[in-house]
């Protein structure tokens, strides 16, 4: 099931922060661990009761003056309808009903979509009951009356939010077909890249029912093998803040990748490895779902026998962290090798579900711990006990030892290039998961 978007819009100052902090809680993931990924606190995955969702914030307008915010905030409230399944206008029980809300409640309504009228700050509902009823005003509804900074009404406001999330069941059925998102910074030829592949096989059906609108899933045969291919349309840009176009296009990124089996994250030649591509190839390297990076608009670069190689190279370099991703060289325009994806991808999955006996894993431990010497600290030596293949899609292995602290990272990634030498594990992460001996499972 595809995690319901929830985006909160608003006024400077009504509070949006504040509620966004009080709804995500803990829980705020900020993609951490991966170079080049961004700190800046920009979605959550949240949860309330059994409702799981992501949640994404916007706010840094700066009111310069009443036509720049006006022209931020409709930018702003455009982005999030054309990305959230569910909008959160915060208002201002304080300063009232003003211009700009009327202005952005009548472009939510136009839109059709669902949106929830928050009214922040009532802190008491003796002081400010009466003030809440000049919000049906905004014609969006019943107002909430909410106090982020106290964590009142929150309850009551996600129950209306949670109503419109879509229905378990509803679009998917069971659906066993390779999932395939495309991922990439601007231009570098997703949509290309689907035409062609379109272009080259059967195609039975396009905008699949229960999708949003902003990623677009084409069912594409090939060799009589549907795979579904997850496109991250892009973001018209046209007066639009830049800020909030790199967090709604993280936003869609992190969506497709959610309901994707792999990802393939297209780089451009001509451009070399940017801070996009690191930061969109983090995203599909932290969900450990399988990837490809795929280098695109091969035919546009000048080569001899050794550019490949190079390019290959650089690549490894940047992306040291995931070194398993697989590396393809395309062009989606002449079509240079865009039919060995699905070979690829196959590949791939067939890692992601294989299985290891545990008497191999365990023979392999041994003699790479023979090999090299397992770490120790204040004369206290690591010993590996037992390994054991926990689950797949990503593999997930548990190692059970004498003491956690001893287990370095290098030595786990030690024993992680021995599995892989001996299994391959091509174009899928794998996990570790380490528990000292005499631990429950
Ligand atoms: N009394 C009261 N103050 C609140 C409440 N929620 C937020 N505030 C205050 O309102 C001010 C603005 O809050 P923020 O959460 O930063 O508002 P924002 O909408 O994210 O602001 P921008 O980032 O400028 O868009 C802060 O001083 C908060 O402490 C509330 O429920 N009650
Ligand atoms: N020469 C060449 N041009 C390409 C190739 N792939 C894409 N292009 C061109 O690059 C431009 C951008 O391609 P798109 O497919 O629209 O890129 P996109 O990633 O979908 O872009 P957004 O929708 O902005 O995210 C177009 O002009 C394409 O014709 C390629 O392999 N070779």
């Given amino acids: 099931m595809r995690k319901a978007i929830v985006a909160v819009v608003g006024r400077p100052n009504v509070g949006k922060s ?48 009443d036509d720049i915010l006006l022209k931020q905030m409709r930018s702003q409230a455009e982005l999030a309808i054309e ?3 569910v909008i959160i206008f915060v208002t201002d029980v304080r300063s009232g009903v003003v211009d700009a809300d009327y202005e952005v409640a ?34 969006l509804g019943e107002p909430f009356a909410v106090s982020s900074a106290n ?60 999708t949003t609108r902003d990623a677009i899933d084409t069912e594409i045969i090939h060799n009589g093998v549907p795979y579904v291919f997850i496109d991250t349309a892009g973001l018209r840009r046209k007066g639009r803040v830049t800020e909030e176009i790199e967090r709604y296009s993280v936003i869609r990124t992190v969506s497709a990748v959610d309901r994707a089996d792999i990802c393939i994250v297209l780089l451009d030649a001509t451009e070399g490895i940017t801070d996009g591509d690191t930061r969109i190839a983090g995203i599909a390297h932290e969900s450990g779902k399988g990837v490809i ?30 070194d398993y991703a697989e590396i393809l060289f395309i062009s989606a325009e002449t079509g240079q090798r865009t039919q060995k994806i699905f070979e690829m991808v196959d590949r791939i999955h067939e890692n992601q579900v294989l299985r290891i006996k545990t008497g191999v894993l365990n023979e392999i431990m041994a003699r790479a711990t ?21 689950s797949v899609s990503p593999p997930t292995f548990v190692i059970f030892v004498n003491d956690r602290e001893l287990m370095h990272f290098s030595y786990t990634r030690y024993i992680e290039n021995q599995i892989r030498e001996n299994f391959g594990f091509r174009g899928t992460p794998i996990r570790f998961i380490i528990r000292e001996r005499g631990e429950e499972k």
């Avoid at 009532?122 to 400010?128: L, N, P, R, Y």
């Avoid at 419109?164 to 059925?173: I, L, N, S, T």
């Fill in 151 to 210: 964590h009142m009404g929150i309850g009551d406001l996600l129950e209306e939010v949670v109503k419109h999330f879509p229905k378990e069941g509803e679009a998917e059925e069971e659906d066993d077909r390779l999932k395939i998102a495309l991922i990439g910074k601007p231009n570098v030829g997703k949509s290309s890249l689907t035409n062609k592949l379109l272009g080259e096989n059967r195609v039975i059906v396009s905008d699949i029912a229960g």
């Fill in 293 to 322: 990076l795929a280098v695109n608009k091969w035919d546009l670069v000048e080569k001899d026998d050794k550019t490949m190689q190079e390019f290959t190279k650089k690549l490894r370099e940047k992306f040291s962290y995931m």
């Fill in 18 to 65: 504040t509620l966004f902090n009080t709804i995500a809680g803990k829980q705020i993931s900020i993609v951490q661990d991966t170079p080049g990924v961004t700190r800046d606190r920009i979605y959550a995955e949240a949860s309330w009761l059994n409702y799981h969702f992501t949640l994404v914030d916007t706010g840094g307008i700066e009111p310069v003056s």
């Fill in 106 to 139: 009548n472009m939510l309504r136009k839109s059709k979509k669902p949106v929830v009228l928050c009214v922040n700050k009532v802190d008491s509902v003796k002081k400010f009951g009466n003030d809440i009823y000049e919000f049906y005003s905004l014609a």
């Fill in 83 to 85: 990305t959230a399944d």
């Fill in 370 to 390: 023979a090999m090299k010497q397992p770490p120790s600290d204040k004369g206290k030596r690591l010993k590996l006990f037992y390994i054991t293949q926990a």
